[in-house]
């Protein structure tokens, strides 16, 4: 895995993700819709708190038109809105709590 689009507005959530991100030699690419996405762009991690980002067509849009697997967090996951998510294109959505510090081994899993 060498880019990673980050659908982030949180500057914290974002400096902390890109962190662990360049310490695994990952390209990072802040993108804001997918006319942003790298070439060649595997995954894409979303805050699904944020607005614009938690959006079901601006998900579903990402996924369709990428084909790219979506990580999806939120400060608390709801059973309803995981199935929702994970209807429409998200392939893991996570605590926010728990996305920054578990980032490299879910990465290491879903490289095998």
Known sequence: MKNIALFIK??????????????????????????DLPDHCEIGIIDLDEEKFADQ???????????????????KVKKGLLDDYKSIGCDMILPKASIAKNI??????MSK
């Open 10 to 35: 949180d500057f914290q959530k974002g400096t902390e993700l890109s962190n662990h991100l360049v310490e695994m030699d990952i390209d990072i690419t802040f993108a804001e819709s997918i006319y």
């Open 57 to 75: 067509d601006f998900v579903a849009e990402v996924k369709n038109q990428s084909g790219i697997t979506l990580i999806g967090y939120m400060d």
């Open 104 to 109: 490299k081994r879910i990465l290491i899993e």
